[in-house]
């Protein structure tokens, strides 16, 4: 299991840097194979690389920040969300 939890901190370091797309990309790959030689279902670390990717997409350079600021300031007047 540990290697799982690597490969899941890796997506999260790749995707501060690269595009959170990307990362999932280059890593879901390895880490199909990599559940299915130890034993785990393959979803199980997938799917938490992909929330780890965009919470490190967000926090990296290539993230999309203004999604967070539209997100945390709420509705706007006249934008047709309330």
Known sequence: MLIAVA??????FA?????DVTAILL?????????????VHPFAIVIAEELVSNIG?????????EEVERFLSG???GDGNG
């Open 15 to 19: 995707s501060a840097f690269l595009n």
């Open 27 to 39: 890593i879901a790959p390895l880490s199909i194979q990599i559940a299915l030689v130890i034993g």
């Open 57 to 65: 997409d967000v926090a990296g350079e290539t993230g999309r920040v």
């Open 75 to 77: 509705p706007k007047e």
């Open 7 to 12: 490969l899941i901190t890796l997506t999260g």
